[in-house]
């Protein structure tokens, strides 16, 4: 079992910027992906960005230059520092954890940037 537990959501004006920080505890595996989704209201979910152990990352093209996922040296917690901010990036935000068999969310933080 892996829980999530994330921080750093806000208010924030078009422009601005935020870090997101997710610290996970459990069982982790030495194979494991942690990354960032986010859902808006009338939405789906999307993926956001996700960074494997190794260090390799993929975003959804909108974020792209914008956003900057990271994981901590204890491989243990990931950073999305969120600049450039645009009101359409206003969603609820999950932070998730990825093993070859498992999937798991955090509880969300809401990252609301105003126009």
């Known amino acids: 079992q892996v829980q999530l537990v994330e921080s750093g959501g806000g208010l924030v004006q078009a422009g601005g910027s935020l870090r997101l920080s997710c610290t996970a505890s459990?069982?982790?595996?030495?194979?494991?992906?942690m990354g960032w989704y986010r859902q808006a209201p009338g939405k789906q979910r999307e993926l956001v960005a996700d960074?494997?152990?190794?260090?390799?990352?993929n975003y959804v093209d909108s974020v792209k230059g914008r956003f900057t996922i990271s994981r901590g040296s204890a491989k243990n917690t990931v950073y999305l520092q969120m600049n450039s901010l645009k009101p359409e990036d206003t969603a609820v935000f999950y932070c998730?954890?990825?093993?070859?068999?498992?999937?798991?969310w955090g509880q969300g933080t809401q990252v609301t940037v105003s126009s």
């Open positions: 998730t954890y990825r093993s070859a068999k498992y999937m798991y």
């Open positions: 459990g069982r982790i595996a030495s194979d494991n992906a």
């Open positions: 960074i494997t152990v190794s260090g390799r990352t």
